[in-house]
């Protein structure tokens, strides 16, 4: 009886390997596209003798600021159109001539949040906020003829609050502009350095008095490349790194920490193009490239490459059988345990576990 049972299982798993071993193999039989033997890959077009490649790299194209982009923005020339008055943190370099010996006034002076200016304990605060720098100067005066005989004050803007809004790192937003502060949004995005610069300048000559700024990229967020990892069927992984305008391919393969095991050395750089059309696909010699150090096939990436690592072909029919046959084998474990239970406790092991000694019990 068992060995009958036996018997129809196995000769069942068989039948199915056996039809999963078909299946498999007509599909690929029935392909009919054409393949390059060298490389693998469909419709492979020639290698680009001009492509920028080790040896040969060039330079990329002026840089165009997009989100998020991190922009280094410094004030050169931040003087405000006259005329200003004087608020809060805002610096005043004053001179008073004629102060007493021990109580020089001279220096730097911060506009207190209050809106005073603070002269020393000899002479006491004086409110200038909402002046200009002459009125400021003309009450410093009033305040100092109190104490003093006959002074001379000279009353200049040092540095204005709203500079410190005109240092730093800006981001640059997902609706493509930056904030400077009180001074508002600017729209950079799809500028490059030299045109986000002008613009910059141009909006704050609505404030400032022919206003002069440095600005460079902080932080390049914008330009990628991609290494996409075939995975057999067992799941695609996708790897995106910054594009600084010197990596190749075998810079990109160095970033993933090399090869899987599931990966064949089936490479191509796969270049985005505006043409639907037009896909242009450049081969790369594997072995040329890293065991004779072929600078031919070793291409400079650009913005936007995809470096497309094919699976390994073993692997993924290995794979595909597993994906069939699994539900099988646990069909056929269960019923192996089914089988092999139902055996144990059929006749004499439910009467005592076929020990004579038992006798029944």
Known sequence: MMIGIHGRIRRLALLMYLLCTVLLTGC?????????????????????????????KVVLPEYVIE????????????????????????????????????????GLYPVEPGGMINLGVDYGSVRVAGMTSKEAEQAILDHLSQY??????????????????????FLVQPDGTITLG?????????????????????????????PEVSLNVQAFNSKFYYVVL??????????????????????????????????????????????????????????????????HTNYQLMPGDRVFIAEDQLVAWDTQIAKFTAPLERIMGFTLLGVGTGTRLSGRVLQGGGNPRNRGI
Not at 79 to 99: C, E, M, W
Not at 193 to 201: D, G, H
Request: proline share 9%; aromatic share 6%.
């Open 28 to 56: 690929h039989s029935m392909s009919k596209q054409p393949r390059d033997p060298a490389f693998g890959i469909d419709r492979l077009p020639p290698v680009y003798q001009s492509m920028p490649r080790e040896l040969s």
């Open 67 to 106: 989100p998020p982009d991190i922009l280094m923005i410094e004030g050169i020339h931040i003087v405000p159109k006259a005329p200003y008055q004087l608020r809060a943190l805002d610096v005043l370099s004053i001179q008073v001539s004629g102060a007493l010996p021990e109580s020089q006034i001279s």
């Open 148 to 169: 003093l005989s006959a002074p001379g004050v000279s009353v200049t803007l040092a540095q204005m609050a709203s500079s410190q809004q005109i240092l730093g790192d």
């Open 182 to 210: 009180s001074y508002g949004n600017v729209q950079v995005v799809g500028n490059t350095i030299n045109e986000a610069r002008e613009v910059i300048e141009d909006h704050l000559s609505q404030f400032l008095d022919e």
């Open 230 to 295: 075939q995975g057999a069927g067992l799941g695609d992984g996708v790897f995106k790194y910054p594009v600084t305008g010197n990596e190749t391919v075998l810079d990109a393969i160095a970033n993933i920490q090399g090869l899987e095991q599931v990966s064949s050395k089936k490479i191509w750089v796969a270049r985005p193009t505006n043409d639907p059309c037009q896909v242009q696909v450049l081969p790369v010699d594997y072995y040329a490239v890293t065991e004779r150090a072929s600078p």
